[in-house]
Nanobody, 115 residues
């Protein structure tokens, strides 16, 4: 059974930082790319960042490039999203996912950026 458990969200002021974690189980984590997505109220879910199976290559959406960093620890079956210089428009529920998850999604973690 595939499980994706996101954590680390919270309320932060503009310009602040957060580190999100996603613990995965039920598939061979180290064999798959991992990605972070987010969904803001009233908007479609959007892709934020991705990392290859070995962690050797990463990609980011233009909206977060230079501020967010994706990383992974294959020994812990965990992917991370380090978020710096947060903006109000980064407010959303954040999810991780992978082709290995075969369509399953976790509950997400809420990030709220507000003064």
């Amino acid at each position: 059974q595939v499980q994706l458990v996101e954590s680390g969200g919270g309320l932060v002021q503009p310009g602040g930082s957060l580190k999100l974690s996603c613990a995965a189980s039920g598939f061979t984590f180290s064999s798959y790319t991992m990605s972070w997505y987010r969904q803001a109220p009233g908007k479609k879910r959007e892709w934020v960042a991705g990392i290859t199976s070995t962690g050797g290559s990463t990609n980011y959406s233009d909206s977060v490039k230079g501020r967010f960093t994706i990383s992974r620890d294959n020994a812990k079956n965990t992917v991370y999203l380090h978020m710096n210089s947060l903006k109000v428009e980064d407010t959303a529920v954040y999810y991780c996912n992978s082709p290995g998850a075969r369509g399953a999604w976790g509950q997400g973690t809420q990030v709220t950026v507000s003064s």
